[in-house]
């Protein structure tokens, strides 16, 4: 299924923490998203600042009033896209079947306690040997790709425009699995949440990104990328499974009560040996997809 969105219709699932972060402001500036915008709210908020501090919540209050302002001279002219399908799918190892895909995927091999276990995300998907198919969502999502090239010949405005891309591409996901959830899927029909618990995950089951930490293998957009096709909403994949436009997401959506976000961490050459050999790659090969993890 395919959903466009208006820009108008995502700015309230932009997590601004991240578009602050990627300004390398802090997470106390981001919050200037949360507070009314009248001089006077605006002014109590800038004063709450120690004296240090106050000429960064100053830029950010600023960029913030800039974003915006883009974000209402993009809304005339372009959407976001978004993708998802639901398949019958079970575990098996560590290995996901997802519909007629095997995805392998990778356990972890350090935890930071002793009483957890070691995750993979194939734990929150019945395994196969139960006879009983599970389900499990695959999506994407992408900018039109004129969008990252506006405002090139004003460098201010450009990097602004990219890293505001990169937030819609993600704030359309967050719009996208609550609708899976409440109706697509429906497994949480009953769901009440705000945006902002939305944004702090408390909603139940993940949505595990391709290139995050619990899937930092970028080669299995290939796999997932025969599953759904995201060329239907524009994206292409390079040689190394990278996404065009940059401002893309894609991944798979979980529904398990107790599935939550990990992170991968360090592996071992035992498991790069038995992830490659599940790849279908060569070592070499595997080597340079998972560089960060070895």
Not at 33 to 39: P, S, T
Not at 198 to 221: C, E, F, H, T
Not at 232 to 249: C, D, F, R, W
Request: proline share 4%; aromatic share 10%.
């Amino acid at each position: 299924m395919i959903l466009n969105y208006k820009i108008h219709e995502l700015v309230e699932y932009i997590d601004w923490l991240y578009f602050f972060h990627a300004w390398r402001l802090g997470a106390q500036f981001g919050q200037i998203a949360d507070i009314h915008g009248c001089d006077a709210c605006r002014a109590q908020w800038l004063s709450s600042f120690p004296e240090e501090d106050r000429s960064k919540a100053s830029e950010a209050m600023q960029l913030f009033k800039e974003a915006n302002r883009l974000l209402n001279e993009l809304d005339q002219d372009f959407e976001v896209k978004a993708m998802f399908e639901l398949f019958d799918s079970n575990s098996d190892g560590d290995n996901l079947i997802i519909g007629n895909k095997v995805i392998p995927l990778l356990r972890q091999q350090t935890r930071k306690k002793e009483d957890e276990p070691y995750l993979c995300l194939s734990d929150f998907v019945r395994p196969l040997s139960s006879g009983r198919k599970d389900t499990v969502g695959v999506f994407a999502s992408s900018v039109d790709p004129d969008m990252e090239k506006m405002y090139e010949n004003d460098p201010y405005k450009h990097i602004l425009a990219q890293t505001l891309t990169d937030r819609l591409a993600e704030a359309a996901v967050e719009k996208m699995h609550e609708y899976v959830r409440k109706e697509a899927w429906g497994y949480a029909k009953e769901e009440n949440l705000t945006i902002k618990e939305m944004l702090k995950v408390k909603y139940q089951g993940i949505r595990p990104a391709v290139g995050y930490p619990s899937i930092p293998d970028q080669s299995i957009n290939f796999l997932l990328n025969e599953l759904i096709d995201m060329g239907k909403i524009g994206i292409q994949l390079t040689e190394n499974g990278a996404m065009y436009p940059h401002a893309s997401v894609s991944g798979i959506m979980i529904s398990h009560p107790a599935s939550r976000y990990f992170a991968i961490g360090k592996i071992g050459e035992d498991q790069l040996n038995d992830y490659t050999r599940r790849r279908g790659f060569e070592i070499s090969e595997m080597k340079k997809f998972l560089a960060a993890n070895l």
